[in-house]
Structure formats: structure tokens, C-alpha cells
């Protein structure tokens, strides 16, 4: 599980006002979520809501200007690299580093992660024949499409077994099997008691993956819940959650 505790992070903007100073834009603001072992949270909002720059900050590639957040009870603010054990991520882009066979880069992260020879080669063979990599292992990452690119990424996260699963857009650019695959693999994450956190536009893979939901609008959370407790609160005659979900986003505008 993790909590993400009052966390704040603002940017200086381009755009600068009469007095030449650039415009200060508060891409999350005080935002506060606990994602629980055994569930699937999805996080949605429109584009520039804050949802990569949250899960930077989840993640450590971003540092909060304010507050802090625990993976498994560790603050990635106070102990980076133990907090990074605890988790996996897949980015919202997947490149990395292209020169690299993906089998070098599959063994390159084994290592980072300390997973014995003997278990990493079963674990390996194992994942790239589920999303079907096994025959192009020994190619450059450099030649593999976009959607290759994205499934040696959830291959290498998933070869930590990680207690966090956190995933930024995972669906962009899969075809439909590997689409069903991860979709599967995170049901059975969360039947194993682990937890799986995921921004998507998708809301029918929202609606129909998720045990709960969390909505961001303009950096501030508007919604955290189930998809019922989001009907019941903020829907009308048995709208959609697209419906929903765009009533809930625009309002006040």
C-alpha cells in the first residue's frame, strides 16, 4: 500500500506577467490518498490535471515541494532507495536505453533488483512468452515498435514482483491481447494481496477493472471511491462513468 500525505508541487509557468515574472502553476495541490494491499486504484483526470506528476512524485522521480509519501510505511522522501524496492513502474513513454539488447536490459534490471540467475531466467522466458517477446530477445530495443517498447516494460516490472504495481497509461500503444494480459495481471496482483495503481483515459477499463477511483481535477482531488459511490453521489439516471466523468471535471468552468 501507500499514502500519499498532503503533497504539494508547483512549477514556474512560461508565460510571464507585467511585472516580467513567470507565472507560477500549481500542478498538484495538497493532495492526500491511501491505495490499499489487494485493490486496483485507477486515477483519472483530463490532461493537465496533475495524474504523471502525482505518480513522479509516487515514484521519486519528482521530490514534493510539500508533504510526503510512504510506500509499505517507508517515506521515499527520507529513504529513497528502500522506498524504490517496495514498487515497480511503467512510464506513460517507454524509452530507454535503445543501444541495449532487451535481453541485456531485462538482466540489467535483475541486477539492480539483486534476482539470483537462476530465478530471473525462468522469470524471464516465462513473462516474454506471455506477452510474446521471446523470439526477439536478442534484437536491439532500438528496432522494437512503440508497443514492444511498452511490453519489455511491464516484462521488467514484472520481473521485481513488486508489493506496488504502478503504471502511467498502460494501455497507449498495446494491442488487444497484451491490453487483456495486463488487465488479467492486475486482478491477479490484487488477488495476491498487492496493490496495482494506474492513470488511464479509458473509462470503460476504469468502470470495469477498478475497485476504487480517484479523480484529479486542476491538481486537486475531487473524487476517491467506487464506481457506486461515484453514481450515487455525482450521477443522474444511470449515466455512464464517462458521463459522469466529464459532468464532474467541468464543473465550475
Given amino acids: ?10 512549477y514556474n509557468g512560461k508565460a510571464k506577467s507585467k511585472k516580467g515574472n513567470a507565472d507560477i ?15 486496483i486504484f485507477g486515477f483519472l483526470g483530463p490532461n493537465g490535471a496533475g495524474k504523471t506528476t502525482s505518480i513522479r512524485m509516487i515514484t521519486g522521480i519528482l521530490q514534493a515541494d510539500e508533504g510526503d509519501i510512504k510506500l509499505d510505511g ?13 514498487f515497480a513502474f511503467v512510464p506513460d513513454n517507454p524509452e530507454t536505453f535503445s543501444r541495449l539488447k532487451a535481453i541485456e536490459y531485462l538482466n540489467f534490471i535483475c541486477d539492480v533488483y ?10 524471464i522466458s516465462e513473462l516474454c512468452e506471455k506477452f510474446g517477446l521471446k523470439e526477439v530477445l536478442k534484437n536491439k530495443i532500438s528496432s522494437f515498435s512503440h508497443g514492444m517498447k511498452q511490453k519489455l516494460f511491464l516484462i521488467a516490472s514484472l520481473i521485481t514482483d513488486p508489493q506496488n504495481w504502478i503504471l502511467d497509461e498502460p494501455m497507449v500503444g498495446l494491442d488487444p491481447e497484451a ?6 495481471m492486475m486482478r491477479e496482483r490484487a ?24 479523480i484529479i481535477k486542476k491538481g486537486k482531488l475531487v473524487f476517491v471511491g ?11 439516471n444511470g449515466e455512464s462513468l464517462e458521463d459522469i466523468f466529464i459532468n464532474l471535471v467541468k464543473a465550475g468552468e
Fill in 1 to 10: 500500500m501507500f499514502q500519499i500525505e498532503n503533497v504539494s508541487k508547483t
Fill in 114 to 123: 539483486k534476482i539470483p540467475a537462476e530465478d530471473r531466467a525462468k522469470k
Fill in 226 to 236: 467506487t464506481m457506486d459511490e461515484l453514481k450515487t453521489q455525482h450521477g443522474q
Fill in 74 to 86: 517507508i517515506s521515499i522522501k527520507e529513504r529513497p532507495i528502500a522506498a524504490k524496492r517496495t
Fill in 179 to 184: 491490453a487483456f494480459i495486463v488487465k488479467e
Fill in 191 to 214: 488477488k495476491a494481496g498487492k496493490t496495482v495503481f494506474f492513470s488511464t483515459h479509458v473509462m470503460e477499463v476504469a468502470e470495469k477493472l477498478c475497485d476504487r477511483i480517484g
Fill in 25 to 39: 502553476v500549481k500542478a498538484v495541490d495538497s493532495l492526500s490518498l491511501t491505495v490499499n494491499n489487494g485493490e
